[in-house]
Nanobody, 124 residues
Framework: VQLQAYGGGLVQAGGSLRLSCAAS????????IGWFRQAPGKERDFVAA????????IYADSVKGRFTASRVNAANTAYLQMNSLKPEDTAVYYC??????????????????WGQGTQVTVSS
């Protein structure tokens, strides 16, 4: 499974960005997708995850109410809509996949496939 996150950039505090995660796999719909982020000098942290069908989502407390995960299986793409961005959201954002049989996960160790990250910078 190959994943590629893109859509990052520089935005002012209070602004919005939408990240995309493109997957090159025919069985994209059989995988749950997780979003993680890593700030300089810090560990990679969980942000959000979405089930294979898009019917279930979980979020880190720090992004609840501001970020929304979604997906379009026909396009082999998952999305992370980020609103009301804060400077502390600055990080490299990654998407990851795990087979749907294993449920949603919030740990980096629970995901088998990772894409290259995309930088999100929020200025104050």
């Amino acid at each position: 499974v190959q994943l590629q996150a893109y859509g990052g950039g520089l935005v002012q505090a209070g602004g919005s960005l939408r990240l995309s995660c493109a997957a090159s796999i025919r069985t994209f719909s059989m995988h749950n997708i997780g979003w993680f982020r890593q700030a300089p000098g810090k560990e990679r942290d969980f942000v959000a995850a979405i089930t294979w069908s898009g019917g279930g989502t979980i979020y880190a407390d720090s992004v609840k109410g501001r970020f929304t995960a979604s997906r379009v299986n026909a396009a082999n793409t998952a999305y992370l809509q980020m609103n009301s961005l804060k400077p502390e959201d600055t990080a490299v954002y990654y998407c990851a996949a795990r087979h749907r049989d294993y449920g949603l996960g919030s740990s980096v160790y629970e995901y088998d496939y990772w894409g290259q990250g995309t930088q999100v910078t929020v200025s104050s």
